[in-house]
């Protein structure tokens, strides 16, 4: 993608400026220039255009420009592991198929089929985001940023207490119980081994929201190795807790390259959702009841 440089109008701008020191016309275009949401506006402006990118400009909209680029770049992406170079049969094909779709899309777009789909509205959003994220620069954080940051995330890195055990299908508590007695004198039918579930590494902090916490609680009373019946939200099983791990908090210095990475993504996302903001000042939302 290629970043959107106006640095050439603002110089241009400031040139003009410098020479007409006294124009207020000039200087309210110099502050202008300096607007960030005027850049954004510009980039909304541009993703309308992006298609020139790709198609270069025509003043007859029938005229249909292949470029040299575009021959290039379908050589190029032909084939990814570059075993063979395409014929030039195969360029015609591409290209010819490419015209076809250029067609189309022009047809389209002329006939208005573009109003309303979601799926075009979704990616030319989408388009315009990607230019909205190519446009941020983060600097890198402090280290008292990267360390106040880790303080308040720090439990996204903790290694966290972990579980495994063997969880038979939910069922009433007498069924349970029979199961239970069957395991224990080792009579379980084939299709029960089958359908009990071997948990390997379960987060405790995850046993709640999907068990109940009178399973994580029974659970972890358990000692290890142990078949009982427990019961769940959705009904009784036979459970055998088979480990468990104590989680570990962690060290700031162990992850600080990973935790910077995080920083520096949360903080463009941060600035770009602040974009969006001034964007949407603009606009006027409303809705129907």
């Known amino acids: 993608m290629l970043p959107l440089d106006i640095s050439p109008i603002a110089n241009s701008a400031a040139g003009a400026a410098g020479a007409t020191q006294s124009s207020p016309v000039v200087s309210t275009a110099a502050r202008l220039l300096r607007e960030p949401l005027l850049h954004f506006v ?3 402006a541009l993703i309308f255009g992006a298609d020139a990118v790709l198609h270069p400009p025509a003043k007859d909209d029938k005229v249909i420009v292949v470029s040299k680029a575009m021959r290039q770049s379908f050589i190029d992406n032909f084939d990814e592991d570059k075993s063979r170079t395409p014929s030039d049969a195969d360029v015609a094909k591409m290209v010819e198929s490419w015209v076809a779709s250029e067609i189309l899309y022009r047809e389209g777009k002329a006939l208005g089929v573009d109003r309303g789909d979601d799926m075009i509205r979704d990616r030319v959003a989408f388009k ?6 190519d446009q941020i620069r983060v600097p890198q954080p402090t280290e008292q940023q990267l360390r106040a940051w880790f303080a308040d995330n720090h439990a996204q890195f903790d290694q966290q207490e972990r579980v495994g055990f063997y969880l038979t299908p939910p069922t009433d508590r007498a069924t349970a119980q029979r199961q239970l007695d069957d395991i224990q004198q080792q009579h379980e039918s084939e299709e029960l081994q089958k359908q009990t579930l071997a948990i390997l590494a379960r987060p405790v902090a995850s046993l709640a929201a999907s ?23 959705d009904g009784w099983h036979v459970v055998r807790l088979d480990s468990r791990s104590p989680g570990a908090l962690a060290s700031f210095e ?6 910077a990475k995080i920083w520096h993504t949360e903080e463009t996302r941060k600035q770009a959702w602040e974009a969006v903001g001034r964007l949407k000042t603009s606009y006027q939302i409303r809705y129907e009841p």
Not at 254 to 259: L, S, Y
């Open 254 to 259: 162990d992850v600080r390259d990973e935790a």
């Open 42 to 44: 510009v980039l909304g």
């Open 211 to 233: 068990f109940g916490e009178g399973f994580r609680d029974a659970l972890l009373a358990m000692p290890e190795g142990q078949w009982n019946i427990v019961q769940s939200r």
């Open 128 to 133: 315009l985001q990607l230019l909205i994220f």
